[in-house]
């Protein structure tokens, strides 16, 4: 049984590349055995973390939320077997002190996993079809293995925190990984910067750039790899007209940055689609300030007149709003959006913490190691507000987010067993 639950967490990596079941089948697993492993045995010191209980606060109110909204069982299809996520991050804990040689297992099958999906895109973007005979749907989108999901580049974005953190804490035991490894760093950025996934791509840069700020001994390194990266961008953006229409023109079109006041307005927030979205959700959250609609209901409600932006030239209905906090305002009001802002208060806080022991007290140790400042720096990225996002309660998005938690939290609680 513990052989088959091991597998499980191992082989999660190209479960995800196979779509949401699998995945979520395996992290199913894994939280029902943690589930059952620490109620027979009275294993309640996993559950003494700050983490832990504000998720729980979260959880609870999200399902009475559920129960006391408009369409209950909709709703509750999000919410109700939403804590299965915090149980998988504290299954990686059990895990992980159980069998500590499982991370380098899980790590190897990670990278192997990245390699052959970058492989495969890049063999899509040259020849127009990749390993398996998918070939590219949209002119000027890469999808791999992912087919018609344009989200190659998100799971690319959220996996590279991983190998990093791999690759910085365990480095001494073969020095000569990090080539290899910084290899596909940036080729793996290349590629979601020809995947044609804008947020993607500054999310990416945006993990690299905290990586040289706020790591000790890789500064340089990441610095190269960015460096490196950024100049086969210019090279694409410059050779190829479809990568620099979707990449550069779209988005200062989209930002009404182009032309003169097309849409009636000098500048949209991101794009004049994402803006009605935005502004539909800012309308159904002052209808319920504290407490919001419910989890899911944002599809529904968006179709009712009130809801629906002023705008004329974009609809604002979807099943998600594209933006966390503004669905989470809209669908859990104030009192659920706040333990999500709290934990992004507390990440931001790390870094100042970790940037004054960087550059103030060089010879102290730093507060966080350099393989944890990629692990919070996957955190920032799941909960950065100035950028489009998934559905929050979107389950493969959610194994992304969630994953990098257990990690986080398996060096700050001590286990006897």
């Not at 399902?63 to 408009?70: D, P």
């Not at 991370?103 to 970058?118: A, E, K, N, P, Y």
């Not at 100035?386 to 979107?394: A, R, V």
């Amino acid at each position: 049984m513990i052989k088959f639950l091991r597998f499980n967490f191992i082989l999660l990596p190209p479960a995800l590349v196979t779509g949401p079941f699998l995945s979520d089948l395996f992290i199913s697993i894994l939280a029902i055995f943690f589930l059952y492993e620490t109620l027979t045995k009275k294993l309640w010191n996993y559950y003494k973390h700050p983490f832990v209980y504000l998720f729980i606060f979260f959880y609870l109110y999200i399902v009475i939320r559920s129960l006391t909204s408009s369409s209950p069982l909709l709703s509750l299809e999000s919410s109700l077997f939403y804590c299965r996520f915090l149980f998988f991050s504290l299954a990686v804990i059990l895990l992980l002190e159980r069998y500590p040689r499982l991370i380098h297992q899980f790590s190897i099958v990670l990278i192997i996993t990245l390699s052959i999906v970058v492989l495969d895109s890049y063999i899509q973007f040259f020849t127009g079809t990749n390993l398996l005979g998918f070939k590219i749907t949209n002119p000027n989108r890469i999808s791999g293995f992912f087919q018609e999901e344009f989200v190659l580049g998100s799971y690319i974005t959220r996996i590279i925190p991983l190998v990093l953190f791999y690759l910085f804490s365990f480095h001494n035991l073969n020095k000569w990984i990090l080539i290899p490894g910084i290899i596909l760093i940036v080729s793996s950025v290349i590629m979601v910067y020809l995947s044609g996934e804008r947020a993607s791509f500054f999310f990416i840069i945006l993990l690299i750039t905290i990586v040289i700020l706020f790591t000790k001994n890789f500064k340089f390194i990441a610095l190269g790899t960015l460096g490196f990266s950024l100049i086969f961008v210019v090279f694409f953006t410059f050779t190829m007209p479809g990568i620099k229409s979707r990449m550069v023109d779209h988005t200062l079109d989209q930002l009404n940055l182009m032309h003169e006041s097309i849409y009636g307005e000098n500048f949209h927030f991101i794009s004049h689609q994402h803006q009605a979205y935005y502004v539909s959700a800012f309308e159904m959250f002052k209808d319920n300030i504290f407490f919001g609609h419910g989890p899911k209901l944002f599809r529904i409600l968006c179709k009712e007149e009130k809801y629906q932006s002023p705008f004329p030239w974009s609809p604002s209905c979807s099943t998600h709003p594209h933006s966390t906090y503004m669905q989470l305002l809209a669908e859990t009001g104030l009192v659920g959006t706040l333990p999500v802002i709290l934990l992004l208060f507390f990440i931001i806080y790390v870094f100042f913490r970790q940037a004054f022991q960087v550059y103030l007290f060089t010879k102290q140790p730093t507060y966080i190691s350099d393989g944890k400042v990629c692990l919070y720096a996957a955190a920032l990225i799941s909960l950065w507000p100035f950028s489009p996002s998934g559905n929050f309660f979107n389950n493969w998005l959610d194994i992304l987010y969630f994953l990098p938690a257990g990690f986080l939290m398996q060096r700050n609680i001590k286990i006897n067993i």
